[in-house]
């Protein structure tokens, strides 16, 4: 099956350090190739609104660890990675530990791209237990419902937008999510949907102003 995404845009990001190697490179063409520009867009917002908090908060992480993982981390929602037996943020893992093989990542660091990814829609890990996956759930959230929105810089926020536009990601993530949870009862998506994630959606303020 054909990558459904259209283009590889490049690295920078309004205010965020990225990291390169061929790591961020190879993690940046395979999502851009295979997810939409919303979700494309999402991946890379959800890690700079990361890599942003980390840097008010005084938060060190592993900035490559994190750029791919975020990167990844929704690849499990497209058709060529969907699984119709596991939980879509799974069969993202699954992803991330086979292109990081290809990278020659040793074992333990191919197993931490995979947890981040997995962990990103578990219950909230902290940034004591594990920076890494602490920040990709503070990204996620952030560009997902809003949550903390208001304590970043309203012109980095815009800044951002500007260069990864929303592209309609809301609603499409949604229908993401619900067709996911419809496939696999039980699943983190499932439980998203039945917490009420299309009323944080929608209340978005990311999303204020539609483009």
């Known amino acids: 099956m054909e990558p459904t995404g259209a283009r590889i845009p490049g690295a920078w990001i309004p205010g965020v350090e990225v990291p390169s190697g061929a ?3 190879a993690a940046r063409t395979l999502g851009a190739e295979y997810a939409d520009e919303a979700l494309f867009n999402h991946s890379v917002r959800s890690y700079a ?3 942003e908090y980390a840097r008010q908060h005084g938060i060190e992480f592993d900035r490559e660890l994190l750029y791919v ?3 990844l981390h929704d690849l499990g929602l497209t058709v060529p990675f969907d699984s119709h ?3 879509f943020e799974e069969a993202g893992g699954h992803v991330a530990r086979v292109l ?3 990278l020659g990542w040793p074992p333990a660091r191919r197993e931490r791209a995979a947890e981040l ?4 829609m578990r219950d909230d890990v902290t940034a004591d237990e594990d920076p890494e996956s602490h920040l990709l759930q503070v990204g996620t959230s952030a560009d997902v419902s809003g949550l903390r929105v208001g304590g970043f810089d309203a012109e980095f926020t815009a800044a951002l937008l500007s260069v ?8 499409a993530f949604l229908g993401l999510v619900t067709e ?5 009862p039980g699943c983190a998506a499932a439980h998203l949907v039945a917490g009420g994630v299309a009323a944080r959606i929608a209340a978005n303020p990311l999303d204020a102003a539609r483009d």
Not at 164 to 171: D, H, L, S, T, V
């Open 49 to 51: 609104f990361g890599a």
């Open 23 to 25: 790591a961020a490179e």
């Open 117 to 120: 990814i997995v962990l990103h």
């Open 69 to 71: 993982a975020a990167l």
């Open 180 to 184: 996911q949870g419809v496939r696999k």
């Open 164 to 171: 990864y536009p929303r592209a309609g990601f809301g609603p």
């Open 85 to 87: 037996t596991l939980p």
């Open 100 to 102: 990081t093989a290809g």
